[in-house]
């Protein structure tokens, strides 16, 4: 707690003596299960503040922290309540979101560097951008999609007449973060056990890659301008998949017949990603569309299993296949006369989903108002629909969305109420998290 009071002092003396902009935010955020006795699956309470400069017309300077207290007390012995932290009673925590240099016209009046921790957003469609890849994802909040954490890069911006050259260079590797708590089953399919066995006890060990340049950077570049008054862009990355890949099981009997214990080893694998992206409007319809090809290499697995007479056997089969396949979403947003506005989007191919033959198909669409000279916005729909199997749909669908409410009684205040309601058949992102509906209370005060 020391650490962060100064770094705090520090910037706020640095805003007397520079002038630095100081704003940010402060949030409230709780959801609780509308099933299972509604069990709390989020407590925070967040503290956001963002710092900026121009000490010179050549420069700028941007940082981004989030001091926040996060979760339910973990207390299990009376020496977790005498901790000088207090974060057993209070668990909190200090997110180093971004800070970063700008150097305009660096070596040639065209050209611009950006030095450090940043946020680096490719893509036009809303939130599910399948040519964003240069920053991991931050899945923390299964119903937050579209979060990514910043990384360390350098970024060279090159204007040239009527178009923007970018180039990007990521030292180190970063890996995604995982949905909080047991919503981490969304992306984790079960595992396939032998007919009449169940599963005693699960292990995973994640290996990440060696700490050289060779294996640990990433980079990409891209292209982007206007035609016939429709934003465009052509990009290339080449680095790692930010999400695990299971390239190791092993079934071990227990000493209780009908049980096994599982050993699971992942990686993250190389890719390269050539994508495409555009948006405009027709008319009063703002239209976007976005598509990246996935180039990864062969992954293989090595599955180790009991067999009845030969003991324990080990089979080699391939986890993730080189050949290529293809992400996709169009989407467009409109506001009726009435003032109902529609934003949908159609997606090929979920952030998790890896393969040719593994890419599930998505229709996302939220329906909203605005009442009372903007005070009141309610959305009777906000739903994402997961369609794995065309020719099977009452048999393999998933569901999630619901109503939402936002109230804005004065300037720069915005409380929220609303719920996730959750359906779905078969195996799929959302069944998997079926009896996982939710009600949620937040409230955000900006300054």
């Known amino acids: 707690m020391k650490r962060i009071i100064t770094l705090i002092t520090i910037l706020f003396s640095a805003q007397l003596i520079a002038q630095v902009n100081i704003n940010g935010y402060v949030q409230t955020y709780n959801r609780a299960r509308l099933q299972q006795e509604g069990k709390f699956t989020w407590n925070e309470n967040r503290l956001g503040l963002k710092f900026e400069g121009n000490p010179s017309d050549k420069v700028h300077y941007y940082s981004e922290v989030r001091l926040r207290a996060f979760g339910l007390p973990t207390v299990f012995t009376t020496s977790d309540l005498q901790r000088r932290e207090k974060d057993a009673v209070q668990p909190w925590g200090l997110e180093f979101r971004e800070a970063y240099i700008d150097i305009y016209g660096f070596l040639n009046e065209n050209l611009d560097v950006r030095i450090g921790r940043q946020r680096i957003a490719w893509g036009t469609a809303d939130k599910f951008n399948p040519t964003d890849n240069l920053n991991p994802d931050d899945l923390e909040d299964i119903f937050d999609f579209g979060r990514h954490l910043g990384s360390n890069a350098i970024m060279a911006t090159y204007y040239l007449g009527d178009y923007t050259l970018y180039g990007v260079f990521i030292p180190v590797f970063t890996p995604a973060t995982m949905p909080f708590g047991d919503w981490a089953t ?251 509906d939710a009600g949620f209370f937040k409230i955000t005060y900006s300054f």
């Open 186 to 436: 969304a992306f984790t399919p079960p595992l396939n056990l032998p007919p009449g066995m169940q599963l005693a006890s699960f292990q995973d060990h994640i290996r990440l890659p060696e700490n050289k340049v060779a294996e640990t950077s990433s980079g990409g570049i891209k292209v982007a301008g206007n035609w016939f008054n429709y934003d465009w862009s052509l990009s290339y990355y080449n680095g790692r998949d930010d999400l695990p890949l299971i390239t190791a099981v092993s079934l071990t009997p227990t000493a209780t017949p009908g049980f096994l214990d599982a050993n699971v080893e992942m990686e993250y694998p190389r890719i390269q990603v050539i994508g495409a992206d555009m948006a405009g409007s027709i008319g009063d319809v703002g239209i976007w569309a976005e598509g990246a090809m996935f180039l990864p290499k062969k992954v293989y697995n090595n599955l180790t299993i009991p067999h009845p007479q030969l003991g324990m056997i080990t089979k080699r089969e391939i986890a993730l296949d080189d050949e290529p396949y293809f992400k996709w979403v169009v989407g467009g947003d409109y506001t009726f006369k009435s003032g109902w506005y529609l934003n949908a989007q159609f997606l090929h191919g979920f952030i998790h989903e890896r393969g040719k033959d593994n890419l599930n198909d998505y229709l996302l669409v939220r329906f909203e108002k605005n009442f009372m000279n903007d005070a009141l916005k309610i959305v009777p729909l906000g739903i994402a629909v997961a369609i794995p199997d065309w020719n099977d749909i009452k048999n393999n669908y998933g569901i999630a969305g619901g109503p939402e409410i936002d109230y804005y009684p004065i300037d720069a205040l915005e409380i929220s109420i609303g719920a996730f309601i959750i359906d779905g058949k078969g195996d799929n992102i959302f069944s998997r998290v079926k009896d996982f």
